[in-house]
């Protein structure tokens, strides 16, 4: 892609933008020249999600008080069903929004685990996200189960000849990410869990960096489980509850860790055993967060409106542009690629490596109104979220950077990292 003829080229990117009208959905401070390329960090928030926990509060909880609880009781299930459809390629009975991430992937792992008892191995790969591997190893640990990770490289992602080497008739799980958290390379869905499949294994995708970024079908593929959460591309707000998905036959034969009321059969009966509730409803613990629940229905159906068809044609498209700028004007400065060149191999961000990553991003992010994200050891991450990010974001943001770079900016910033990167 020939990007010599400067802003103008984003700006008739932005004319012929099918999407570019839903910027206006979200909080955009208008006198602002923020450069926001975090979307993938921390979606910007719709202002519709905005009214919905307003009234969530107010009405629902102000006004309604408990009897609110009687619409409230479907909350998981009715917000799953729209996730679902839309962005997830699921029926309706087989997801449901309630928990953290960490805490919907302890519950599925264990229950996994459980139904190939005769199997002693999980799978994940080194460069999974640090939740995933900690909560697995923790899960093996108490099992005596053995935790086997595979290398994925971690600009590349993860070969699928080295999955397929590492599972075999002792393996009981693989979890693994759709989109790697790094380096945004794509795992084929289909053909890892056609490889787990063969091997008789389970699969659990984590799908934290690909809901609302790619187009998902659980269901045509066949898969088996998954877990995702809701604040990044689908912008329902810090710490929102996560998605958690089952397979619908096979719901009814799992048996969920933590046995709370929430997922009891007949809960205000108050029984005095715990006994699952059937199908998927048995993956509930105690009482959902339901400001959060409602936020994620909401901006799931904005990002519906939209199509995931289409954000997915954009975000290709933005970071084809983006990875062209920065060959232009990154490269000689010492940046490299660091995702896969291909588009059809990536999500929807872009990582650049340069050995002064850490000062750079705190140099754009203090000096310069750009924010990206640094990635340990020395990468920085860049995630146009296609539903808001214009072209002229992108332009401007490596332009900055650029200018950071060139005139040497980030060398009055410390080599030492902050709390949270
Ligand atoms: C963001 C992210 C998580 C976060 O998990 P939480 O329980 O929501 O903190 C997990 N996995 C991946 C791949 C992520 O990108």
């Known amino acids: 892609m020939d990007v010599s003829a400067g802003r103008e080229q984003a700006e008739a990117l932005d004319a012929a933008d099918p999407v570019a009208a839903f910027r206006d959905r979200f909080v955009v401070d208008d006198d602002s020249d923020l450069v926001y390329l975090d979307g993938n ?31 409230w009781i479907d909350a998981p299930a009715q917000a799953g069903e729209v996730l679902g459809r839309h962005l997830l390629g699921a029926r309706p009975d087989e997801v449901l929004v309630c928990d953290s991430v960490t805490v919907n992937l302890y519950k599925l792992a264990a229950a996994a685990a459980r139904a190939r008892p005769e199997r002693r191995v999980i799978v994940t790969d080194d460069d999974n996200f640090p939740t995933d591997r900690y909560v697995l190893a923790g899960l093996a640990e108490e099992r005596g189960l053995e935790l086997r990770l595979i290398h994925a490289d971690i600009d590349a992602g993860l070969d699928l000849g080295t999955l397929a080497a590492a599972v075999d008739d002792d393996t009981a799980l693989v979890c693994l990410s759709q989109v790697a958290y790094r380096s945004g390379a794509l795992l084929d869905m289909a053909e890892v869990t056609r490889i787990v499949h063969d091997a008789g294994a389970l699969v659990i995708w984590d799908l934290c960096h690909s809901v609302g970024a790619v187009p998902i079908e659980l269901d045509a593929v066949d898969t088996d489980l998954a877990v995702g959460c809701t604040y990044k591309y689908l912008n329902a707000g810090p710490g929102a509850p996560a998605f958690c998905y089952v397979r619908r036959d096979f719901a009814d034969s799992l048996r969920q860790p933590i046995w709370g009321w929430f997922g009891g059969h007949e809960q205000f009966e108050m029984g005095p ?50 990875v062209a700028l920065a060959d232009a004007w990154l490269e000689p400065l010492g940046f490299r690629l660091a995702s896969p060149r291909d588009p059809a191999q990536r999500g929807s961000h872009v990582t650049l490596h340069h050995p002064e990553a850490w000062r750079i991003c705190q140099a754009l992010i203090q000096r ?54």
Do not use: C, N
């Open 41 to 71: 960090s921390l979606g910007r928030l719709p202002k519709a999600v905005a009214g919905r926990l307003d009234q969530v509060v107010r009405d629902e909880w102000g006004h309604g008080l408990i009897r609110s609880w009687d619409d």
């Open 273 to 322: 055993t715990y006994r699952p509730a059937d199908g998927m409803a048995r993956f509930l613990t105690g009482t959902p967060p339901i400001a959060g629940i409602r936020a994620v229905q909401t901006s799931a159906e904005l990002l519906a409106e939209a199509g995931i068809g289409a954000l997915r044609a954009k975000g290709v498209a933005m970071t084809e542009y983006l």
């Open 368 to 421: 310069a109104k750009v924010i990206p994200d640094y990635r340990t050891p020395d990468r920085l991450r860049l995630g146009p979220a296609p539903i808001y990010t214009r072209y002229v974001d992108v332009w401007d943001g490596l332009d900055r950077l650029r200018r950071v770079v060139e005139d040497r900016v980030y060398e009055e910033y410390s080599a030492e990292p902050t709390r949270v990167t």
